[in-house]
């Protein structure tokens, strides 16, 4: 039988706020256990929270970046269940008229571009952290408080691939705003992936299990994968799925039962009444529209245009903010060749980060050093060979281009008289070589060429040398 697969997800993604949600707590990741709570997010009686305008700020960048409505008045709700890491009792989130709602990103799969809806942005507090050792669980409140967003996308996700391209998406368009580094492995961003299956052209949609325990966009889409099977199978042996919710077991690569899944009204969800609305108005709304950069998929058309390049290449150079405003520093300073700074970006630059384990925020090299350095490999002072040397050693040492260059003495031997004198030792040295040369065996020059560029490390200048060798072996004579 044929299935049509529906996938829906819910993205948490914790924000880089300097404190907390609802009181002053710092949110500085790694401190010792419980000591960033105050009474407010640890949850005593008669403490009253106090919102973060940067929460606020950061929602509606997300929704910006997302094309979603922006409701000028939300509120906030209470979402009541028991656990040990929620010590209210319930987790301030909200329900009815979240902050964004009704938007879209457009992701690309296969070649494909498509439109994946969003229901919903809303503004939440985290939980603390429950730590389980065999000796008992110990529980962190440094979390508890902490802002997070949640992005629920419209049911309009159908194959895992699709669901992969959408995360990613989220994760670049989020990243461009600042609001957080969106980092699945640290936590700061986690998945929820709801999927049913239903048969091929129905209407009404299946019922659906709730995946969890997605700790990488590639887990995301290997669950989603087995989950499909799980259910194709059971329904074409005459079973149905019962709603819940499933735990992604990374070792066994497969799913497992958590509980039943919860709705909505086991949640009791009330109006937050220690809050009062979040009401924003159309200005600040705009002022930040305003502050926002350029989002990556207007950035890549631009590169396209501007610089004159290839879509896969403008594509990769804005991928990431850092590195789409290194390349466009680097252009500004070095304008001759384009080109030439496109290449080393892309070659050199990205090899660096990944070689040393940095992001994209971590570049090692100034763009103005960089810069610099193009201007030698450019006028062809130095060979290309050695520029990229040149950079490894900016990178261990700080030294500037022109000082390692000078240091070194790597500049390219372009000067007749000085190559002459190596040349002239050379064939003294190869006397068959020279002799086979002069009776026809003309490919020997490659040869010698390969001697010269040994004897200077790469550095003579190939045109030069190839001129000066010919003239000095003489005539050839045809056997
Ligand atoms: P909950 O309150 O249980 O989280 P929501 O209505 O908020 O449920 O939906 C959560 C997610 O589930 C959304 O991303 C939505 O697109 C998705 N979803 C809803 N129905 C289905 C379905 N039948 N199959 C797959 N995904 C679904
Ligand atoms: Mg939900
Ligand atoms: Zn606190």
Redesign the pocket.
Known sequence: MKWDV?????VHVQLNTKTKAFCACSTQYGAEPNTQVCPVCLGYPGALPVLNEELVRSAVAAGIATHSKIRTKSQFSRKNYFYPDLPKGYQISQYDDPICYDGYVEIENEGKKKKIGL?RIHMEEDSGKSLHSESGTLIDLNRSGVPLLEI????EIHSPQEAYAYLTTIKQRLRYTGISNCNMEEGSLRCDA???LKPAGSPA????T?LKNLNSFRNVERALTFEINRQKELLESGGTITQATLLWDEQKQETRQMRG?EE?HDYRYFPEPDLPPVLITEDFIQNLRMQLPEMPDLRKERFIDKYDMLEDDAAVLTNEKEIADYFENLVKLFPNNVKLARHWVQGEILRILKEQNLSAGQIPIKASHLAELLQFVDRQDITPQTGKAVLDEMCATGKSAAIIIDEKALMKIADSGELSTIIDKIIQNSPKESARYRSGKIQLLAYFIGQVMKATKGQADQGITRKLLIEKLGPVTEG
Request: hydrophobic content about 35%; overall charge neutral.
């Open positions: 529906v996938i829906g997800l819910e229901i629920v996308s419209q049911p709801n999927i049913s949609f299946g019922t659906r709730e899944k909505s």
